[in-house]
């Protein structure tokens, strides 16, 4: 059995591994890289195996740092079985819809083919068988996989493989404990390596006890000042996350309300798909708040074209209003924030990282004056944030997670910084007694 590690290399995006196991090829998620204009441009290179070689694909979870390159290992001559939980093959053609129009924009502007187009992904979408949590499945006469909840986004799953008498575990993106919204991951108790990543391997998360309270406060001081809140989201889990607290906010708030707008049409979609599978959430949602609003719909007003989306503008405040990307590096935010910074009534609430140099990391760090869409605007917006809002573990929880696991002869480290990948090598070291590896981009080890 052999392990080549192809993306998410002392970094956080491309997550890509090849494991050859009885004769047979099998990928751990196809992600994209992204961040700098050189992440970007690795997403066109050749893929370091022969994709008409791979028997199969085993997708963690939606992210498009973790499914991004499907369309192209599909165009590149990929013909097998792509394997994920209901929720993920959904969410991923949604995921997939969305970047395939950025990717038309940008090859358009950067005068190159596009990474993928609508065929690619219909391809894709043919591929995908999907299966259950906790559902033992034989892919091939000597390899058994199953799929247990990753508690990350919904459908998020880590994968057990057994083959050639030894288990393989690999995490994706493991969840941040407690969620509202989803169970905890699933325990492993054995397994003879362990791909685990690492994003937050050196951090512990803010305490989320006072993350509703925050968000309350500065909901009512929105409607005290007569202002607008600006709250830039991911569509995926965040967003969810965010209109669940709102919905709760809005139940046990006497106080006058502001109208919220949900301005992203894939959250909307995204959040329908939440809807669909509540097996999916987690149990205490089901539970206790069955045929409940989890997401609060009827307190939003959703806008889908860009004329509703323009017209929030001429609508009275006070109001909240949820609108993409998360990183504040495209989509309608950037037209809100254009407007709204530069009046004191306002503020922007920062929920999600913010990578150095864009504009959210400025803003947070106290920028005067920034340029949006070739505007000068003056800051005078109030920028607040709440840290707590994570999907990913932190160190002690990733620490947790692995203590549980027996006969662990190596854990492999990826999707992580190198420093916050050191630390945690160092803590699972001292506390676990477990060999590590940080792998290079490139690097095959036998197992
Ligand atoms: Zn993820």
Not at 56 to 80: E, Q, S, T
Not at 276 to 295: I, M
Not at 328 to 349: C, P
Request: some cysteine; charged content about 25%.
């Amino acid at each position: 059995m052999k392990i080549t590690f192809l993306g998410a290399c002392r970094e956080v995006t491309g997550s890509n591994f090849l494991l050859e196991a009885a004769g047979k090829k099998i990928l751990l998620d196809c992600g994209i890289f992204q961040g700098s204009k050189f992440a970007e441009e690795k997403n066109f290179e050749s893929f370091a195996y022969n994709p008409r070689e791979i028997d199969f694909v085993i997708l963690g979870h939606a992210h498009l740092d973790h499914c991004g390159r499907l369309p192209k290992l599909v165009k590149d001559g990929f013909c097998g079985r792509i394997y994920a939980t209901a929720p993920t093959k959904e969410l991923t053609k949604l995921v997939l819809d969305d970047s395939e129009k950025l990717a038309q924009e940008e090859a358009r502007r950067d005068n190159h083919p596009p990474l993928f187009t609508q065929k690619e992904i219909d391809r894709v979408m043919d591929l995908f068988e999907a299966i259950s949590y906790e559902e033992t499945i034989q892919i091939s006469e000597q390899i058994k996989i199953t799929l247990k909840n990753a508690g990350h986004i919904l459908g998020s799953a880590l994968t057990l493989i057994e083959s050639e008498n030894k288990k393989i575990v690999y995490t994706s993106d493991l969840g941040n404990v407690p969620s509202e919204l989803l169970d905890p991951p699933s325990l492993i108790t054995d397994a003879t390596y362990v791909i685990c990543e690492a994003t937050y391997g050196g951090r512990i998360h803010e305490d989320s006890a006072r993350r509703e309270q925050k968000l309350a406060e500065i909901i009512n001081l929105t409607v005290a000042q007569n202002g607008v809140l600006m709250i830039p989201t991911f569509a995926i889990e965040r967003t969810q996350e965010l209109l669940h607290d709102i919905e709760h906010f809005c139940a046990v708030s006497n106080c006058e309300k502001p109208t919220f707008y949900l301005d992203s049409p894939l959250a909307t979609k995204v959040t329908k798909v939440f809807e669909k599978y509540p097996e999916y959430l987690s149990k205490t949602l089901n539970q206790f708040h069955k045929n409940e609003d989890f997401f609060g719909l009827e307190h939003l007003q959703i806008t889908q074209t860009h004329q509703q989306s323009e017209a929030i503008d001429e609508l009275p405040n006070p109001k909240v209003i949820i609108a993409g990307s998360g990183m504040l590096n495209g989509g309608r935010i950037i037209f809100h924030a254009q407007k709204y910074l530069s009046d004191a009534k306002n503020t922007l609430l920062i929920v999600g990282y913010q990578p150095i140099g864009g504009l959210g990391r400025r803003l947070i760090e106290g920028a005067h004056e920034v340029k949006i869409l070739g505007k000068n605007i003056r800051v005078k917006a109030k920028i607040e944030s709440i840290r707590s809002y994570s999907a990913h573990a932190d160190l002690p929880q990733l620490l947790g997670w692995l203590g549980n696991i027996k006969g662990c002869k190596k854990i492999f480290l990826v999707h992580g910084e190198t420093d916050q990948m050191l630390t945690f090598s160092k803590a699972i070291n001292n506390n676990l007694k477990i060999e590590t590896v940080i792998p290079q981009y490139g690097e095959r080890y036998e197992l």
